[in-house]
């Protein structure tokens, strides 16, 4: 089985909204490595902790870790990217890890998660051998689920017909808890970058994660 950490970055409004796209990321586990890939982000967090004095346990949530602000959490801003290129190294050398980026373009002026959240389940059941469970940081539980079994309800001439590889509907995860949607969230946001750099990005060091960030996906899949 295939646990399937999944986060977000950017809103679902079509008005006022400060980003044009809406971004769904999945980092895609395998059960049976599932130790071996959280022995690879402890090796990294680690480091963080001897070269650079990160407490262990901090949350990293990357909109907060990769911005402007001088210092956070005891670290300046290059030394936050530093610590990133650690992580994402790490991730680099697992060959059994997998991702999927999504993107949604509000220009659609069309359904923005519901597609977005549809597309992510079928390309993570094509990636995986076997049964998939979705974890999720995401809130809004009931138009995630809706979009999740959005095609149990289509009987359209493309119908597929209910998943026969997702078990349970998606499993709440609070990303405090969970290195894994941490690292979703991480990428979701330097996607994003790829997109619309804030000032900080526009800089070599944190362009760089961005170029890691997508080698590591195969880039961004639009719904």
Not at 53 to 62: K, N, R, S
Request: net charge positive.
């Amino acid at each position: 089985m295939h646990l399937v950490y999944v986060d977000e970055s950017g809103d679902t409004g079509l008005t006022n909204s400060p980003t044009r796209e809406y971004l769904l990321v999945a980092i895609m586990v395998p059960e049976d490595s599932w130790h071996k890939i959280l022995a690879r982000i402890n090796r990294a967090r680690r480091r963080m902790k001897d070269k650079l004095g990160l407490d262990f346990a901090a949350e990293i949530h990357a909109a907060e870790f990769l911005g402007g602000a001088h210092i956070y959490l005891g670290l300046e801003a290059w030394q936050r990217v530093r610590a990133i290129r650690w992580l994402l190294k790490e991730l680099s050398r697992e060959p059994k890890l997998k991702f999927v980026a999504i993107g949604r373009n509000k220009q659609s002026g069309v359904g923005i998660l519901l597609p977005a959240w549809a597309r992510l389940v079928g390309e993570a059941e094509k990636r995986a051998s076997e049964r998939i469970m979705l974890l999720t940081d995401v809130t809004d539980r009931k138009a995630v689920l809706k979009a999740v079994h959005l095609r149990e309800e289509d009987d359209g001439p493309n119908a597929q017909g209910p998943s026969e590889r997702l078990i349970e509907d998606p499993i709440h995860i609070d990303s405090r808890h969970s290195r894994f949607i941490q690292i979703s969230d991480l990428i979701a946001y330097l996607l994003r970058q790829s997109l619309q750099p804030n000032a900080h990005f526009r800089n070599e060091q944190p362009r760089q994660l961005v170029r890691m960030a997508t080698r590591l996906t195969g880039g961004i899949i639009w719904a």
